[in-house]
């Protein structure tokens, strides 16, 4: 009847061991009412209020830090990528030209879903009291925590919260006349123009790497190339090293006897 509805969906949801122990027909039933009698003694529904009140509340200000602080790091990179483009335009890449850093939001799948369930889950757990809701909230949110520490999805964890990968970097190259050739690699360009090329986006990803001091740049820093320029004629070389040098680095290069002049 009603009443072994209701003990076999307390066993349920709570675990069978009274279930076990002492079955769901009704004539369990003083068992039942004994242990809902020591429920309330312990405080158990007080205590649970407080429970939905925490989750609620502090839930949603935890989660929603990372997701402002996930949108926060994404809008730091094009920051970063600033006073990168301020040296690169002061330094001509060929003839005149100068070379920019683009920067685009590119969010992968995963990680919008990830944003988009965390979000969901937040937004009903803070708005509702409805228990059914709440503990739905509760499971999605601890299956997302779940599946943060797995370490069998490292990768994708990876995914979703390496902010790095939620942007496109390209290069593009103005020229004088008003002409932009967009996306730069050094395959693209000749053995002296890839060279130089190269020596300007390390010398960006080092100072990115570095970080800045609040004067823009860093200090000091150390770079050393085996091997430097070796392919690059005279004047490809030395703008090479002065793209380096415009990014505040101290230059230690190695090449060959006959390769220095």
Known sequence: GALSETFRRFAREFGGSHAQTHGTSPEAAEHYARLHQQIVADGLPHHEAQFREYFANRSYERFSDLLQLL???????SERIKPLNQILGEVAFEHGSLLRLEVESSIPVEAAAFRKDLKNALQDAYTTKDEGTLASSY????????ALSDPGLSAWRSTVLDVRQHVLISCNEHKPNGEVETGLEPGTLSGGEGQRFTSFIMGAALAYQLGFATAGFTSFGTVMIDEAFIQANSEYAAAGIRALQEFGFHLVLAAPEDKID
């Open 139 to 146: 499971q999605a949110l601890e299956a997302l925590v779940s």
């Open 71 to 77: 949108d926060e790091e994404r809008r730091m990179i």
